[in-house]
């Protein structure tokens, strides 16, 4: 199974334009997800899908994404606006006023979590939440469940994107999924980087931004000092891939801009290729 995951959209960050710098961006990795072999089985977009909470960057976003050759599921960020997402996506699966659901496939299951407290930046889940999360984990115990949200619940080490693991909504979390061997990650957007660390006997990996990356810098930061450091820098709009083998679920990180191609496999390089896939089990004369 592919699942393809884009993450902190922003539309709408320049208001009104056209040529809106995030919408280039967003285009260019649906483009290479669209054309892709093979192709993914869905796509995931974790989240800050639009910049400020208006309905008209939903409808673009919408727009953008409507095209795709599979399935598209969302989250929702710090940055989203549930009633307005809710307006523009009326097929859209909330619970308790939560946009919270389940995605069956016949590989695995999915739990879309929903980490969004109006008003705040940082991610909440509250007791109701963690009810229904509980609810959806006690009902299939054995099936391999992947969760989906938008805030990581870890500190990843640049200061003012991190999450406190001493804040409550991380500890609800934790209790929901300790010691559930079937899940099998955790995967988020937020932090507009690559990073992946281990958390409660999970693996957790954020995906980096279509939007403009967040710049690597892992110095202390004082609130009452500007240091100039760079907080937002243009890298190129990024996506992720997990794949699930069936055993594991394997994350590559991709950028949508033109690579420098060194090698192809040509005549040249099949020895190469016939060697390698040869030494492995199941296959002739591999062992």
């Given at each position: 199974m592919l699942i393809a995951q884009i993450t902190d959209i922003h539309l709408g960050f320049e208001p009104d334009s056209p040529g809106e710098f995030n919408r280039q961006r967003l285009d260019r990795v649906v483009a290479e997800l669209a054309r892709m072999v093979p192709r993914p089985d869905m796509l995931l977009a974790t989240g800050d899908l639009i910049d400020r909470g208006d309905r008209a960057s939903y409808e673009r976003l919408d727009e953008a994404l409507s095209g795709l050759p599979f399935p598209v599921y969302?989250?929702?960020?710090?940055?989203?606006?549930?009633?307005?997402?809710?307006?523009?996506?009326?097929?859209?699966?909330?619970?308790?006023?939560?946009?919270?659901?389940?995605?069956?496939?016949?590989?695995?299951?999915?739990?879309?979590?929903?980490?969004?407290?109006?008003?705040?930046?940082?991610?909440?889940?509250?007791?109701?939440?963690?009810?229904?999360?509980?609810?959806?984990?006690?009902?299939?115990?054995?099936?391999?469940?992947?969760?989906?949200?938008?805030?990581?619940?870890?500190?990843?080490?640049?200061?003012?994107?991190?999450?406190?693991?001493?804040?409550?909504?991380?500890?609800?979390?934790?209790?929901?999924?300790?010691?559930?061997?079937?899940?099998?990650g955790l995967i988020c957007g937020h932090i507009h980087r690559a990073v992946t660390t281990h958390w409660e006997d999970l693996v957790v990996a954020t995906c980096p931004s279509t939007a403009p990356q967040v710049a690597l810098d892992l110095r202390p930061i004082d609130p009452d000092v500007p240091d100039q450091r760079p907080l937002i820098v243009a890298d190129p709009p990024a996506y992720a891939l997990h794949w699930f083998n069936g055993r594991e679920l394997v994350t590559h990180w991709q950028t949508a801009e033109d690579h420098t191609i060194l090698a192809r496999y040509d005549a040249n390089l099949q020895g190469m290729i016939q060697h390698m896939l040869a030494e492995r089990p199941g296959t002739p004369g591999g062992h």
């Open positions: 969302y989250a929702l960020g710090n940055h989203d606006e549930r009633a307005t997402f809710a307006d523009v996506f009326p097929g859209a699966k909330f619970d308790g006023g939560f946009l919270q659901y389940a995605i069956e496939t016949p590989a695995m299951r999915l739990l879309v979590l929903d980490t969004l407290e109006e008003g705040r930046h940082g991610g909440a889940f509250c007791e109701a939440r963690a009810a229904w999360l509980m609810a959806q984990l006690d009902a299939q115990p054995d099936r391999k469940t992947l969760i989906v949200q938008h805030h990581p619940p870890i500190e990843v080490g640049i200061a003012w994107m991190n999450t406190d693991p001493a804040e409550p909504w991380v500890e609800r979390l934790a209790e929901c999924l300790r010691g559930r061997t079937n899940v099998i």
